[in-house]
T-cell receptor, first 117, second 111 residues
């Protein structure tokens, strides 16, 4: 079975541009969450979706938005990019509505590495 | 507030040595979960273990073992007889209402 897939794997943008990152969860998983990992730091929670509804939101500005589609895939959008948005963006899927508390296991993709110049 | 501290930024050992990665957490919640994840250079986070706050039993899985002590708010991870393939960044994480990661410990196992 395919794991969590993310696209694109690498991308370069300039300040002020907008970016869309995509995530396909493991088949049968209905929960998707997004994390930002700045170089040298641990991942930081951005959003969690379950059954197309937002179930959690981290401490990120409104420039960050996300959505989940009927097939449970998800997109993360970042507007008005700043240099500080340069990071590895990780997507994780889970079969649990809470994303982590019930089964406790999140399956991560390899991430999309965004560089903002 | 929830916080996870991994005081060891980098550790370097020689193959076959035992190594312990420290994790100290802070939370006011009585119900929480603790995790360890491994991040190889490819980037994806690989789940290693989950523990809930009511289960203080230590766990062993092959060369890996975990020591959970609520009295000291610690959840340490030991690799016995380390191998080069263990080289990675290891993250400890805490969940109450959100998943909070520590900053990670980069482990390098040299041949």
């Amino acid at each position: 079975d395919a794991g969590v897939t993310q696209s694109p794997t690498h991308l370069i943008k300039t300040r002020g541009q907008q970016v869309t990152l995509r995530c396909s969860p493991i088949s049968g998983h209905k929960s998707v969450s997004w994390y930002q990992q700045v170089l040298g730091q641990g991942p930081q929670f951005i959003f969690q979706y379950y059954e197309k509804e937002e179930r959690g939101r981290g401490n990120f500005p409104d420039r960050f938005s996300a959505r989940q589609f009927p097939n449970y895939s998800s997109e993360l959008n970042v507007n008005a990019l700043l240099l500080g948005d340069s990071a590895l963006y990780l997507c994780a899927s889970s079969s649990s509505p809470a994303g982590w508390t019930n089964t406790g296991e999140l399956f991560f993709g390899e991430g999309s590495r965004l560089t903002v110049l | 507030a929830q916080k996870v501290t991994q005081a060891q930024t980098e550790i370097s050992v020689v193959e076959k040595e035992d190594v312990t990665l420290d994790c100290v957490y802070e939370t006011r919640d009585t119900t929480y979960y603790l995790f360890w994840y491994k991040q190889p250079p490819s980037g994806e986070l690989v789940f290693l273990i989950r523990r809930n706050s009511f289960d203080e039993q230590n766990e062993i899985s092959g060369r890996y073992s975990w020591n959970f002590q609520k009295s000291t708010s610690s959840f340490n991870f030991t690799i016995t007889a380390s191998q080069v393939v263990d080289s990675a960044v290891y993250f400890c994480a805490l969940v109450t209402t959100q998943l909070v990661f520590g900053k990670g410990t980069k482990l390098t196992v040299n041949p």
